[in-house]
């Protein structure tokens, strides 16, 4: 049977629902970890002796909490300890005592970001060569896992400055990993002269480990000369303040290197191929037929959203597209957004009119950017309604005001499906998802 236009909030529903099912940072980490007798298998590949010596968890992200739980579960009665650091805890929590749990501060590193990551310091110089060091490592852990080599108050700044100024994760991550300690290698450094094994859930297109949290197992091929090309890329020069500036030079020239020259053996366990095809298989079982147009969508979010209503126009009915990936959004106006909430306006200003189309910009996490929404679902007629309800969309998507243009449109148009999606913090994070659902007469 042909699926309906009027059922278009339930697909998109079920879609985000399957794919972060797929991306279940729980079951991905119990896949991982396997005991037969004494020994523990990781990854269908790396064993340890469990009588050896001890094993460490390192959880960072904002998975961390159920990929812990996950791996103390499959450890049992084995001995273990360990810290996790997460940017929100449940209610009910599943870990020995052995194991600390910590908040910390997040997109913006912060006092309990650094204290955090000093703990996680302390407790890895009691390692020796016959343990083990289990990190568990999930988006988020950029700047839930921070020790800056410059004071916080300029870390902070530096870090405001890169999240409005439309520098894609990749580039941020150079620079993060240059002036922090725990990047870029740093975390197995501070392991050493343990084993390291990490298992990974990925929020970076194309899986590139030195960006993953900024890559704190993972020695990047970067130098300072890299991140000083970044913030010259972005005129960081003209946005900061000159003294901070020159104390960020200072800091890149003197930048110590890290022991860890290969990585320690990792294991990408979840990322946002993995949600877009399970996404897609549910979108088939509804009557759609499917296709994955990419798994590495980047560029900023208001473009983003124009070329897929661009692409919604052009599909064919009773077809269901994804697209997985990473946008970025240049602030040039002080409202209240997202990514995703960003690209669902833009697409919403651009199918105008257009009939049983469907674009919904998702964030995988729950959060997108500093709102409550996961992101937005738009049709050809949210535009209309809002013209209607004397709402200028476009004067919203310039103000960078995506959250409250589709806040008040759903207040007011409370006959109509809303626009806004509120999940609330999922418990995974593998990026994001659009999905452009067309349906028939």
């Not at 303040?241 to 960020?248: A, G, T, Y």
């Not at 590495?296 to 897929?308: I, P, Q, S």
Request: aromatic share 4%; net charge negative; charged share 15%.
């Amino acid at each position: 049977m042909a699926p309906y236009f009027a059922d278009y909030p339930e697909h998109v529903l079920k879609l985000y629902q399957a794919a972060l099912a797929a991306a279940d940072p729980a079951t991905a980490v119990s896949a991982q970890l396997q005991i037969t007798g004494s020994d523990l298998l990781i990854g269908g590949q790396q064993h340890y002796d469990l009588r050896q010596g001890n094993i460490f968890l390192v959880a960072v992200g904002k998975a961390a909490v159920p990929m812990a739980q996950a791996a103390s579960q499959a450890l049992g009665a084995t001995p273990h300890t360990g810290i996790v650091i997460s940017k929100t805890l449940p209610a009910r929590l599943a870990l020995p005592e052995a194991i600390t749990v910590y908040t910390g501060n997040h997109p913006v590193p912060g006092p309990d970001s650094l204290a955090t990551t000093t703990a996680v310091h302390d407790l890895l110089q009691t390692t020796a060569a016959q343990d083990l060091v289990l990190c568990l490592i999930s988006g988020g852990a950029s700047a839930l896992l921070s020790q800056p080599l410059v004071s916080l108050a300029d870390w902070q700044a530096l870090n405001r400055a890169l999240l409005v100024s439309g520098c894609p994760i990749a580039e941020f991550n150079t620079v993060r990993r240059q002036l922090d300690a725990v990047k870029g290698g740093g975390l197995a450094d501070w392991a050493a002269p343990a084993r390291c094994i990490s298992l990974i859930l990925s929020d970076v297109v194309g899986n590139a480990l030195p960006f993953i949290g900024s890559g704190p197992t993972v020695p990047g091929s970067d130098t300072p000369a890299d991140a000083l090309a970044v913030l010259d890329r972005y005129d960081m020069a003209k946005k900061l303040d000159n003294l901070l500036f020159r104390r960020l030079q200072i800091a890149l020239a003197q930048r110590p290197s890290h022991r860890t020259t290969d990585p320690p053996p990792h294991f990408i366990i979840g990322d946002v191929q993995q949600a877009a095809k399970a996404a897609l298989l549910r979108a088939a079982q509804s009557g759609f037929t499917t296709q994955l147009l990419t798994a590495r969508l980047e560029g900023e979010a208001r473009e983003v959203g124009r070329v897929a209503a661009a692409i919604a126009k052009d599909t064919p009915p009773d077809h269901c597209l994804v697209l997985g990936g990473e946008t970025t959004v240049t602030l040039s106006g002080d409202g209240l957004g997202g990514r995703n909430l960003e690209t669902a306006l833009a697409a919403a200003i651009s199918l105008a009119g257009e009939p049983r189309v469907v674009v919904a910009s998702l964030a995988t996490d729950g959060e997108d950017g500093p709102t409550d929404a996961a992101g937005a679902m738009v049709t050809g007629e949210t535009a209309v309604l809002a013209q209607q309800a004397n709402l200028l969309p476009r004067a919203f998507l310039n103000n960078n005001d995506s959250y409250h243009f589709f806040q008040t449109l759903d207040q007011q148009t409370t006959g109509s499906p809303p626009c806004l999606l509120r999940s609330g913090p999922t418990g995974t994070n593998v990026n994001d998802l659009v999905f452009i659902l067309r349906y028939r007469e």
